[in-house]
């Protein structure tokens, strides 16, 4: 089944020289993996200065294919504030809603894994600083 949606890809880029640049180098990315599916009506903010001359940018987007193929978009590219433009109702066959899962399934564990790994090296660096500032005394 065809869905067409509206979305955003926001970056936060420093320094603000390199926001337009990378926010295309992405769209650029997205449009030509986009052998599913269609991407069209791209349109760029300006960069919006954000802490420690950080910058924020992004661009709005139309995105039309299957559903699952709009969906692995949305995943490899963190498309957000999505907005289903058509059709109004989606029936999906039990096999496209077990690929969509499968695909949240993976990334959810992915990002946990990462997260108990940065944890970890966390709790490392903090117990060697800690045994470092107490033998310096």
């Keep these: 089944m065809k869905i067409r949606i509206a979305g955003t890809l926001t970056l936060l880029v420093k320094p603000k020289e ?16 986009a052998k599913d599916y269609k991407i069209d009506n791209v349109k760029y903010a300006e960069p919006a200065p954000l802490k420690d001359d950080f910058y924020s940018i992004y661009s709005n987007f139309e995105v039309e294919g299957e559903v699952e193929k709009v969906f692995g978009a949305v995943m490899d590219y963190g498309i957000e504030n999505i907005e289903v433009l058509s059709p109004n109702e989606v029936v999906l066959k039990a096999s496209e809603i077990q690929s969509i899962l499968n695909d949240i399934s993976g990334v959810v564990n992915a990002l946990d894994a990462k ?16 045994n470092r500032n107490t033998s310096n005394k």
């Design 18 to 33: 390199e926001a337009e640049k990378a926010i295309r180098e992405v769209m650029s990315s997205l449009i030509k993996n």
């Design 115 to 130: 997260i108990k790994y940065y944890s970890a090296q966390f709790e490392l660096l903090k117990r060697e600083y800690g």
